[in-house]
């Protein structure tokens, strides 16, 4: 080979080298960064605290799940305190994580933990007070490790049982809340079974605390029935 | 450091600082805003409203009410179903409630960050602040307006296969949104034949929930 074209190409096909070892080494960093070990470094890198898609989710602790939680239900406080904080048997803002886990391994749950929630699925019947049907419940904690939602949730096999599980959980919630604030639909067999998405909600909002059952005709012979509490 | 060395570290720095510099946030989860959904807003057209803003921001939708971004215009004005004899939607539903999808879907946004099961997907993007979430549901109401045929390539986000990949929707979550978003259309003022006939075929397809769930 010529030396003297070698010598001139050096320079080059240094830079060529510089870049190709950039660009993998760019994917090996954007890459890991992307991994849940990884994110935390987007925090260090100038310009992505603010912009890139998973710097946010990196860089949340409690306190930031409480006060983004916190400011985004504050649209649902209603005028009227609460007569009870009961939310399936467990006491909104008071009861434990610990608690909760105590109840779960009592029913033999299994349960998922993720972020400041919990969620146990296959609720056994008997593993909630009488009234409370749940294939899955899902438990939000403050940053503290106290319940601040419980979610139901379940599904439902025909309108009538939809028709009836949601009356009797509207009127359970007006024996331990009051009147709604809101009720939309009709609670009966003919309404849930008339097409996809007819629904029966109920919503009561309070000064401490949000509460609402719903069910919902899904098509295709299902029904969903939720059923939540989350404190304000 | 030689300058062989620097040069490799400075090249991965500006490569790595391009790289997200340009996301807007309007990413994976939608979050709430800062401001409230009033549920009493009525649902109704308005010449002095715009019904859709610039799709110029490439944000995502996640875990909200989609169709396929081949918008088929789900809804129609031809009678009976006949090959189920149900209902059709009586409805001109772009002409009756176009303007207000940008409202419905600030109202769908707001409710999915308040809501138990889906506030942890929404926190992040609530946490960058209203003007991310703004851009969240801009872009989620380009996506409604083309589902529904309203609008065409409004949306330039991805798939909904792509949008929802790695969240594992499962079919409990899908189902328990769109029950919120048949809460948000109930709030608006929706009649009951349109949230049914009209609304609902795409949302209860078995072939679009197939895109979101298990993704």
């Known amino acids: ?232 | 450091m030689t300058r062989t060395k620097f040069s490799v570290c400075l090249s991965v720095l500006v490569v790595a600082l391009a790289a997200c510099g340009g996301d807007d946030g309007g990413d994976d989860g939608a979050g709430d805003s800062s401001s409230g959904g009033s549920a009493s807003t009525t649902m109704t057209t308005s010449a002095s409203t715009t019904a859709t803003t610039s799709a110029s921001t490439t944000d995502n939708t996640s875990a909200t009410t989609d169709a396929s971004s081949t918008t088929d215009d789900p809804t129609t004005d031809t009678g009976a179903d006949s090959s189920s004899g149900a209902p059709a939607c009586a409805t001109d539903v772009c002409a009756t409630y176009g303007a207000a999808v940008p409202v419905v879907a600030g109202l769908i946004v707001d409710q999915a960050a308040a809501d138990p099961e889906f506030a942890d997907f929404f926190a992040p993007l609530v946490g960058e602040g209203t003007e991310a979430v703004d851009a969240f549901k801009a872009s989620l109401a380009n996506f409604i307006s083309d589902a529904y045929g309203c609008t065409s390539g409004a949306y330039t986000g991805p798939s909904m296969p792509e949008a929802h990949a790695g969240m594992g929707i499962t079919q409990q979550q899908y189902d328990d949104f769109i029950a919120l978003i048949v809460g948000v259309l109930q709030g608006a003022g929706v009649p009951d034949d349109d949230i049914n006939y009209c609304f609902a075929p795409p949302l209860v397809d078995p072939a679009f929930e197939a895109m979101i769930i298990g993704q």
């Open chain 1, 1 to 232: 080979m010529d030396t003297r074209s070698n010598r001139r190409h050096k320079p080059w096909l240094r830079v060529l080298g510089v870049l190709a070892l950039g660009s993998a080494a760019f994917v090996a960093v954007v890459g890991f960064a992307h991994t849940p070990a990884g994110r935390p470094l987007l925090r260090y890198l100038p310009g992505m605290g603010s912009s890139c898609p998973h710097a946010a989710a990196a860089t949340m602790t409690a306190d930031d799940r409480d006060r983004v939680r916190v400011q985004t239900l504050a649209q649902y406080r209603g005028e009227a305190p609460a007569a009870s904080r009961d939310a399936a048997g467990f006491q909104l803002g008071s009861a434990s994580r610990d608690e909760v886990e105590r109840w779960a391994l009592a029913h033999a749950l299994a349960c998922t933990a993720a972020g400041s929630s919990l969620r146990c699925d296959a609720v056994p019947a008997g593993a909630l007070p009488p009234g409370h049907v749940a294939d899955t419940i899902h438990f939000g904690f403050d940053a503290r490790d106290r319940v601040v939602s419980v979610d139901l949730s379940s599904r439902l096999p025909d309108a009538a049982i939809a028709a009836q599980w949601v009356e009797r959980s509207d009127a359970r919630l007006r024996a331990q809340l009051g009147e709604p604030t809101a009720q939309r639909g009709e609670a009966t067999a003919a309404f849930m079974a008339r097409a996809p998405l007819a629904q029966v909600a109920s919503e009561f909002r309070r000064t401490e605390l949000r509460a609402k059952v719903s069910v919902t005709n899904l098509g295709h012979g299902r029904f969903a029935a939720r059923e939540t509490y989350q404190q304000l």
